[in-house]
T-cell receptor, first 109, second 115 residues
Framework: QKEVEQDPGPLSVPEGAIVSLNCTYS??????FMWYRQYSRKGPELLMY????GNKEDGRFTAQVDKSSKYISLFIRDSQPSDSATYLC?????????FGTGTSLTVIP | DTEVTQTPKHLVMGMTNKKSLKCEQH?????MYWYKQKAKKPPELMFV???????INESVPSRFSPECPNSSLLNLHLHALQPEDSALYLC??????????????FGQGTRLTVV
């Protein structure tokens, strides 16, 4: 089993929709979770960083960690065409960094 | 300011060339990273420097040689690369590698083509 699993999509939604992006992970000891947004041919941009469990909100973005299910989520409210990108979950534990494969999102005007 | 600056943005090099990629951050971060990213794949970790010491080398071929001259700069020296080394090379930094302040900020990358 991979350390982090992410559905690659692609995911296509209409403008204004709520988007839910998800990853599962293998080790219940993981504690540091990140979500990145990456536009084509650009570097990843850090969106959210969560330590341990719970929710974190920043504008239209909410990151959620469910440690009992080993599940992390990123919700995007009122999605915009400018949100069209690849979203990568990442976990940093000990001296290891694990990225999900990324989910490609398209928001249609 | 959460900026990590990478130069050059694009690089084309022959298999016998020697070139260097540069990365700079002025956020006082003590951990710096090199990643390689192929198209439609997630970034793959290559090297980690923590407090200017090489902490992680993910079994990267010796034709890639990292260097951390000081806490703000990170170089990646390239020599005798192969066409399959063509990729986006990303630099990142974080306040710490261990501890709670480990969220990493990425540069825009150097797109390397080996011909």
């Amino acid at each position: 089993q991979k350390e982090v699993e992410q559905d690659p999509g692609p995911l296509s939604v209409p403008e204004g929709a709520i988007v839910s992006l998800n990853c599962t992970y293998s080790n219940s000891a993981f504690q540091y979770f990140m979500w990145y947004r990456q536009y084509s041919r650009k570097g990843p941009e850090l969106l959210m960083y969560t330590y341990s469990s719970g929710n974190k909100e920043d504008g239209r973005f909410t990151a959620q960690v469910d440690k009992s299910s080993k599940y992390i989520s990123l919700f995007i409210r009122d999605s915009q065409p400018s949100d069209s990108a690849t979203y990568l979950c990442a976990i940093h534990t000990g001296n290891q960094f694990y990225f999900g494969t990324g989910t490609s999102l398209t928001v249609i005007p | 300011d959460t900026e990590v600056t990478q130069t050059p943005k694009h690089l084309v090099m022959g298999m016998t060339n020697k070139k260097s990629l540069k990365c700079e951050q002025h956020m006082g971060h003590r951990a710096m990273y090199w990643y390689k990213q192929k198209a439609k794949k997630p970034p793959e970790l290559m090297f980690v420097y923590s407090y200017e010491k090489l902490s992680i080398n993910e079994s990267v071929p010796s034709r890639f040689s990292p260097e951390c001259p000081n806490s703000s700069l990170l170089n990646l020296h390239l020599h005798a690369l192969q066409p399959e080394d063509s990729a986006l090379y990303l630099c990142a930094s974080s306040q710490e590698f261990y501890g709670d302040r480990r969220q990493a900020f990425f540069g825009q990358g150097t797109r390397l083509t080996v011909v």
